[in-house]
């Protein structure tokens, strides 16, 4: 059985940092491309970011040089370390996983397996 579990989120004052992880099991961890979507109320699910099994990344515009994705393959773990919070950032955050070895960075669709969320609230 494949879980996805995040954990991390809060409240944080703007110009705050939170690291979100991802903890996974249940499949090959390292075979995946991995990604973080987030999703504020009444918008729809927003990519924030990527990472390739080969560990090369990719970003939204809103969040480039402020957030960092990693992975530890050793520890099945996902992170997003999110820096300098600001309150168009809260949300709630979920992980994703995809392993089809498309090549290219996965669309919102082609992701096999998500995460149950969690909530992210920054204040002004």
């Known amino acids: 059985q494949v879980q996805l579990v995040e954990s991390g989120g809060g409240l944080v004052q703007a110009g705050g940092s939170l690291r979100l992880s991802c903890a996974v099991s249940g499949l090959i961890f390292s075979n995946y491309a991995m990604s973080w979507y987030r999703q504020a109320p009444g918008k729809q699910r927003e990519l924030v970011a990527q990472?390739?099994?080969?560990?090369?990344?990719n970003y939204a515009d809103s969040v480039k040089g402020r957030f960092t994705i990693s992975r530890d393959n050793a520890k099945n773990t996902l992170y997003l370390q999110m820096n300098s919070l600001k309150p168009e950032d809260t949300a709630v955050y979920y992980c994703?996983?995809?392993?089809?070895?498309?090549?290219?960075?996965?669309?919102?669709?082609?992701?096999?397996?998500w995460g149950q969320g969690t909530q992210v609230t920054v204040s002004a």
């Open positions: 994703a996983a995809e392993g089809d070895g498309l090549g290219r960075w996965p669309r919102q669709y082609e992701y096999d397996y």
């Open positions: 990472i390739g099994r080969g560990y090369s990344t």
